[in-house]
């Protein structure tokens, strides 16, 4: 058993590594600059990993050097050697995309500097490119760094990476934004607007102007698709415009050499030019067509059409006239479509960072991977997701969450790895985007998933430090193409993801790892005294049932429940010949014991996350009347959960055995309470506490039945 200064240690410490890892979320989230987060980043790892030197570099791919953005304790040879690239150690991490930890007994060759025992070197990676580094050292013998400290700094590299990455992307956007304004300052005398809907029309009445036209037409290549719109007579009828739609889309197959795999039309109605007599002329036809290629940096990017129902309408000077203004169509047009694609980007951008946002304000996992399928759904404009995760055990991928499934679809759709296309992502560790899923050969359950209505698929994978988790999908019911802008979104999506995902199950880890701890000191409370063996547990049960009882909310009741386990945790400092002594106490003995309430409080009071709880255990040993100890408080000036302790602990002394009794039934236990109600215990306490215990005794209340619920809540709470 580990000594108790050593438990409380490392209770310390994994507290401390929780709250850095929480105030690091905390600031992702906030409004801080990227260089205050950064320098944040090295001084928390500095502290939290009592590193003597620590630094982050990023690296100048053009040249192979290293910036310093921020360094402590560092000597000036370790960064010069950092910064122009020559550090082995430095150079392998860059080579292997893999961090890297050196201890004394293994002291590699590579290190230089004589003074240094132990470093951490971790990469700063960004979809397998690595964008600088975490440099850490030691120069203690034997204080050595540890795997564990390790996956501390790699935690921290992936959301400085992150941060770096949207910082950078967030530049970008606003120096396109800004170089878009300086164009549109230029095209001002050509467009007045950059709704191509509203720059068409403008284009089609300045051309109306010019030459007499009745139907006006832009045709746009996008990817792998045709976009048409159409500016139409307001009281045309549906077979001429179908009938100039045909007509665009064999003009376009002409003109750029190029099958058209799918048309989108929009049909704007001008009601600026109608046919008064379309019907006294009977069914229209077009006669006429006049077609000019738009051309952007010498590639076809659209047609500009102007059509008429009378025959040889259009002359040479005609086509002349409009061939002339093409250009300056082109270059507006252009300048619409940069326009509104920054425009989605930077939307793109603060919907991203708004997801950000999302995942980092919990750390529940559940509630993570609901957010992601609704988030994605929201962001991709579709009515159906699902986020698989990979179960090691049993090698499937089990839905974890999911938007617009069926019970029946998710039931009969289960796959293993290396099945469909789920496993396809899985395995290969890239997106798949699917338009028709019935001419996909890989795709598994499809008689299923079309029973559902859906045609279309765009699958990423869930990927955290080159290790892919699970996959993240989406389905549409058109036949739709995901563009490239919609699949690398997805990526980011499940990007953010499995860091969130990663932050949980760090979390809940360490959620783990520090209730094991409690449990130990709690044992280590009773291993002193064989007597009181599973004292403390009954306690924490007892005291949690009857705050339970009392209406006291969901957090107070568990922090009751912490003291209750931990109410004696002053006993290590007290003589095992004293708890354990079989006959009566001596005045100097009992000064003695009653001590312990004092020492617990020390205790606690050292460690930040159990401040909140040390003055419940400190006055658990206080009477109703004031006669009690430490303190002597009486009535309402005990704090509650001390009165609850209060009886749960002296129910659990007389039903127990020890070493100066036997243990008495249970109903002696409850007599003797109740009888000291309004002297030594609190009256309400009491009858609660009689109140669980007939349920308890009527099979209506277990103890089982109140779990540990250490929530973030609660760990907000007692920080």
């Known amino acids: 058993m580990n000594p108790p200064s050593k438990n409380v240690n490392k209770l310390r410490k994994e507290f401390s590594e929780l709250s850095a890892l929480s105030k690091l979320s905390e600031m992702m989230s906030s409004d801080i600059t990227l260089s205050e987060f950064l320098e944040y980043c090295?001084?928390?790892?500095?502290?939290?990993?009592?590193?003597?030197?620590?630094?982050?570099?990023?690296?100048?791919n053009d040249n192979g050097h290293f910036t310093v953005k921020t360094r402590i304790g560092l000597c000036d040879d370790t960064v010069a050697d950092i910064h122009s690239g020559t550090d082995p150690l430095v150079k392998w991490v860059m080579e292997v995309h893999e961090p890297l930890l050196i201890i004394d007994?293994?002291?590699?060759?590579?290190?230089?500097?004589?003074?240094?025992?132990?470093?951490?070197?971790?990469?700063?990676?960004i979809k397998n490119r690595v964008i600088g580094i975490f440099y850490l050292t030691r120069t203690r013998p034997g204080d050595n760094f540890t795997a564990i400290d390790q996956e501390l700094v790699t935690i921290f590299a992936a959301q400085a990476a992150f941060a770096i990455e949207n910082s950078r992307l967030y530049r970008m956007t606003q120096e396109k934004i800004r170089e878009l304004n300086k164009l549109n300052k230029i095209g001002k005398m050509l467009t007045s607007s950059f709704d191509i809907d509203h720059i068409l029309k403008i284009?089609?009445?300045?051309?109306?102007?010019?030459?007499?036209?009745?139907?006006g037409a832009l045709l746009l290549l996008g990817e792998e698709k045709l976009n048409i719109t159409l500016v139409v007579p307001s009281n045309i009828n549906d077979s001429t415009v179908d009938e100039f739609e045909a007509t665009m889309v064999e003009t376009m197959k002409i003109l750029t050499m190029e099958e058209v795999q799918m048309v989108k039309t929009k049909v704007i109605y001008n009601?600026?030019?109608?046919?008064?007599?379309?019907?006294?002329?009977?069914?229209?036809?077009?006669?006429?067509?006049?077609?000019?290629?738009?051309?952007?940096?010498?590639?076809?990017?659209?047609?500009l059409n102007v059509a008429h129902s009378q025959e040889n309408f259009y002359t040479k000077d005609n086509l002349r006239t409009i061939s002339n203004f093409a250009t300056q169509i082109s270059m507006a047009l252009e300048n619409a479509k940069a326009y509104m694609e920054m425009e989605d980007k930077f939307k793109e951008q603060g919907l991203l960072m708004e997801v950000s946002k999302a995942l980092t304000s919990t750390l529940d996992l559940d509630r993570i991977l609901k957010l992601v399928v609704k988030i994605t759904a929201d962001l991709l404009k579709v009515k159906t997701c699902a986020l698989r995760l990979y179960d090691k055990k049993t090698c499937e991928f089990t839905?974890?969450?999911?938007?617009?499934?069926?019970?029946h679809l998710l039931r009969q759709t289960s796959l293993k790895k290396g099945e469909g296309i789920i496993g396809k992502v899985f395995?290969?560790?890239?997106?798949?985007?699917?338009?028709?899923?019935?001419?996909?050969?890989d795709f598994k359950h499809y008689e299923i998933l079309r029973s559902e209505g859906i045609v279309s698929m765009l699958a990423v994978p869930i990927s955290i430090k080159d290790q892919i988790i699970g996959v993240l999908n989406v389905y549409a019911t058109q036949r739709r193409w995901f563009t490239d802008n919609e699949i690398n979104l997805l990526s980011t999506i499940g990007l953010q993801a499995a860091a969130a995902i990663e932050n949980a199950r760090l979390y809940t880890f360490m959620h783990e790892n520090f209730m094991n701890t409690i449990k130990a000191l709690s044992a280590a409370i009773d291993t002193k005294d064989h007597y009181t063996h599973g004292h403390s547990k009954n306690v924490m049960d007892f005291s949690a049932l009857i705050a339970q009882e009392m209406g006291m909310t969901p957090i107070e009741v568990e922090l009751i429940r912490f003291a209750g386990l931990l109410h004696d945790i002053g006993k290590i400092g007290v003589s095992e010949s004293i708890l354990s002594k079989k006959s009566g106490l001596t005045d100097e003995e009992f000064a003695i014991i009653s001590t312990h309430p004092k020492l617990g409080t020390m205790i606690m009071d050292s460690v930040d996350f159990l401040k909140k709880i040390s003055p419940i255990t400190y006055h658990h040993h206080e009477r109703w009347d004031g006669k009690g100890y430490p303190m002597g408080l009486k009535g309402e000036d005990i704090p509650?959960?001390?009165?609850?302790?209060?009886?749960?602990?002296a129910f659990d002394a007389i039903t127990s055995k020890r070493s100066y009794s036997g243990s008495k039934t249970d109903d002696f236990g409850i007599s003797e309470v109740c009888r000291c109600s309004g002297t030594q215990f609190d009256p309400a306490v009491v009858e609660a506490f009689a109140s669980v215990m007939e349920k308890r005794k009527s099979?209506?209340?277990?103890?089982?039945?109140?779990?540990?619920?250490?929530?973030?809540?609660?760990?907000r709470e007692l920080s």
Do not use: C, H
Not at 203 to 214: A, G, L, S, Y
């Open 399 to 407: 839905v974890r969450a999911s938007i617009g499934l069926t019970d």
């Open 42 to 60: 090295v001084s928390s790892l500095t502290r939290e990993l009592d590193a003597q030197g620590a630094g982050l570099f990023l690296s100048d």
């Open 699 to 715: 099979g209506l209340l277990k103890i089982d039945e109140a779990p540990f619920l250490l929530t973030e809540q609660l760990m």
């Open 203 to 215: 284009i089609v009445n300045t051309i109306k102007d010019m030459i007499n036209i009745e139907f």
């Open 105 to 125: 007994e293994l002291m590699d060759p590579r290190v230089r500097e004589e003074n240094i025992k132990s470093i951490i070197v971790s990469p700063l990676k």
């Open 427 to 441: 395995e290969t560790g890239a997106p798949v985007a699917i338009s028709d899923i019935s001419k996909s050969p």
């Open 640 to 649: 509650l959960g001390s009165r609850i302790i209060s009886v749960a602990d």
């Open 271 to 303: 009601e600026n030019y109608d046919w008064s007599d379309q019907e006294s002329r009977g069914p229209t036809s077009i006669e006429s067509l006049l077609s000019v290629p738009l051309i952007v940096r010498g590639t076809v990017q659209g047609i």
